[in-house]
């Protein structure tokens, strides 16, 4: 059955390292969205893209984060250098075009920064 | 309800009684309210939504109210059983497509 695959699951990192995750959307899925979630602030939007474009990522730390889609069926969020407050769960999210329309959540990243 | 911080309200029903998980939204231009269930170890999954333009939705052993007036949003969910234990989270979005979570509140069951 047709569901959001994210890779790897958990990763373990020393700050200041290089981190990168990725997301493979629903086949005919054209949004994707990226949160991360916490104890503190719970799920928080960090970007989205339409037909590969991103449509908003103010949600994001420009400096160290970077969020891509190099195509329909990959997404990347990048994270250079990684800092210890990066350590959470990022879940990739796609959805099919116009607005409204449901999102079908990914297993998501666990991030360990130490 | 909503919660700020590390402890998530949690509410304990009985196996088989119906339970209510309330939401307080904060945007009054917000026209669409979804409903999610995340289990331990996965990601949040779809439940139910509503539309601004109405006030009750029913799905499978649940029900979505919403009230404009007071922007609250609450979640009913009949016969409560063991599988429905997890965080509900309510989300709010308006003319963009970017949706705002609340803080979860967590349903256990009791035996």
């Known amino acids: 059955d047709a569901r959001v695959t994210q890779t790897p699951r958990h990763k373990v990192t020393e700050m200041g390292q290089e981190v990168t995750m990725r997301c493979q959307p629903i086949l005919g899925h054209n949004t994707v969205f990226w949160y991360r979630q916490t104890m503190m602030q719970g799920l928080e939007l960090l970007a989205y893209f339409r037909n590969r474009a991103p449509l908003d990522d103010s949600g994001m730390p420009k400096d160290r984060f970077s969020a891509e889609m190099p195509d329909a069926t990959l997404a990347t969020l990048k994270i250079q250098p990684s800092e210890p407050r990066d350590s959470a769960v990022y879940f990739c999210?796609?959805?099919?075009?116009?607005?409204?329309?449901?999102?079908?959540f990914g297993p998501g990243t666990r991030l360990t920064v130490l | 309800g909503e919660n700020v911080g590390l402890h998530l309200p949690t509410l304990s029903v009985q196996e088989g009684d119906n339970s209510i998980i309330n939401c307080a939204y904060s945007n009054s231009a917000s026209d669409y309210f979804i409903w999610y269930k995340q289990e331990s170890g996965k990601g949040p999954q779809f439940i139910i939504d509503i539309r601004s333009n109405m006030d009750k939705r029913q799905g499978q052993r649940v029900t979505v109210l919403l009230n404009k007036t007071v922007k609250h949003l609450s979640l009913q969910i009949a016969a409560t059983q063991p599988g429905d234990s997890a965080v509900y989270f309510c989300?709010?979005?308006?003319?963009?497509?970017?949706?705002?979570f609340g803080k979860g509140t967590r349903l256990h069951i009791l035996p």
């Open positions: 999210a796609s959805a099919r075009g116009a607005r409204n329309n449901e999102q079908f």
């Open positions: 989300a709010e979005t308006s003319r963009d497509d970017k949706i705002i």
